[in-house]
């Protein structure tokens, strides 16, 4: 397990607007934490969410039905895929 110490090492600076500061605590106030943890919590929920939209990609059924049955039974290589790999394992010392 991190140790707490490890999990406090680093710090972001945040500069808001009073209202913006009023808001944030009687939000972590609602949930019963400190402003630091709802901040963070909430950076963090967003921060997955958008990683997530740009990382995933989401292939239409028929798309996806191409794909599966090209790893199921992949094709032969053919010429240039024979010459990228050769290129490749040139490249790496292979």
Request: glycine letters at 2%; aromatic letters at 6%; a positive charge.
């Amino acid at each position: 397990m991190v140790e707490a110490a490890e999990l406090k090492r680093e710090r972001v600076n945040l500069r808001l607007d009073a209202k913006s500061k009023r808001k944030l605590e009687r939000a972590a106030t609602y949930e019963e934490t400190t402003v630091s943890r709802f901040v963070l919590s909430n950076a963090i929920s967003a921060a997955e969410r958008v990683i997530e939209t740009h990382e995933r990609t989401v292939l239409p059924a028929t798309d996806w039905d191409a794909f599966h049955e090209a790893l199921l039974n992949p094709p032969a290589p053919n010429l240039a895929l024979r010459q990228a790999a050769r290129r490749y394992l040139k490249r790496i010392g292979g």
